[in-house]
């Protein structure tokens, strides 16, 4: 009688080897690609041309030539960073100087009223909703018609706002000139802030209500003040928005232009010297001149910084935009 011995291999998983590559799917591509040739056509075509023209001397006498005018390279950028007789040039250090306190100003303070306000709709009370929507009405209103009305508002004899603190509230002993002098500054702050506020509100309170409500039962259950638990639970959760909306501000108030071009008229009109931004200087002086070419070589200088700006913003803040830092 032999003996039959059964030899067992044993099984070997399955498993999916890594070197496998993945089916490539395209369908998520072919998706998305109605979205990206629109891009390309809104955004990247133009920023490509408005680069080519900068390298161009294209001015009133070549304007008929467009993007065939003489070829001068990098003559433009020399011409308005270090040539003192360049008409772009001028005033290019005030409307900087303006820009960065007019940016910083206006950033502060639409965050901090945002924030405030949205702490304020956070609570429940009657009339909620009707608060909410009447408190969104500066933003829905176009920024060519605020700058408008605005300039109206800020008359000397005639304006609502001299009318108020002169006639009615006696705050101040005459009726001062805010569209003229240092008080220029203020003319286009304030309206700015105005407009601004409210969208931060709305962004501010809807991450104010995803805050889980078990941290502040716990932190009241601990003895926590209200400010306490404000500044322990409130501002950490709420500092990846912050961070990602402040450099959003400062990017739209360093552009800003409409509410200046239409307060003082006639395009991109002479705010003066405390009123004038970088974007009515250079619009301004680029068709008063028909200097277009130098123009967009300003424009590519100021949208390098601005880019150099995201970058060290993102990167001295990366670990802050993300709710798991």
Known sequence: MTDIQHTTTPLRTTAPSKARKRRFDSYPYLLLMPAVLMMLCVNLLPILQGFWMSLLKLNQYTLHQYLDAPFVGLDNYRHVLMSPGSPIR?????????????????????????????????????????ARTALMLPWVVPSYVVGTLW??????????????????????????????????????????VWRGWPVLMLIFLAALQSIP??????????????????????????????????MFQI??????????????????????????????????????YWLFGQGSAVSFVIMALMLMFVGMWMTAFKRRMTSDA
């Open 251 to 288: 990017i739209d108030n360093i552009y800003s232009y409409n509410i200046v071009s239409m307060m003082f008229g006639n395009g991109a009109g002479h705010p003066g010297e405390w009123g004038d931004l970088l974007m009515p200087l250079l619009t301004r002086q680029s068709f008063n």
């Open 90 to 130: 001028a005033g290019l250090a005030g409307a900087l100087r303006n820009t960065v306190l007019y940016t910083l100003v206006v950033t502060i303070s639409s965050i901090v009223i945002g924030l405030g306000v949205a702490l304020l709709l956070n609570r429940d009370f009657p009339g909620k909703r009707l």
């Open 213 to 246: 409500q078990d941290l502040y039962d716990a932190a009241a259950t601990d003895g926590a003040s209200k400010f306490r638990q404000f500044i322990h639970i409130t501002l950490p959760c709420l500092l990846p928005v912050i961070v990602i909306q402040f």
């Open 151 to 192: 300039g109206f508002m800020w008359q000397k004899d005639t304006g609502i706002i001299n009318v108020v603190l002169v006639d009615w509230l006696h705050l101040l002993p005459s009726k001062p000139f805010w569209l003229l002098g240092p008080g220029t500054f203020w003319a286009i702050v304030i309206p700015t």
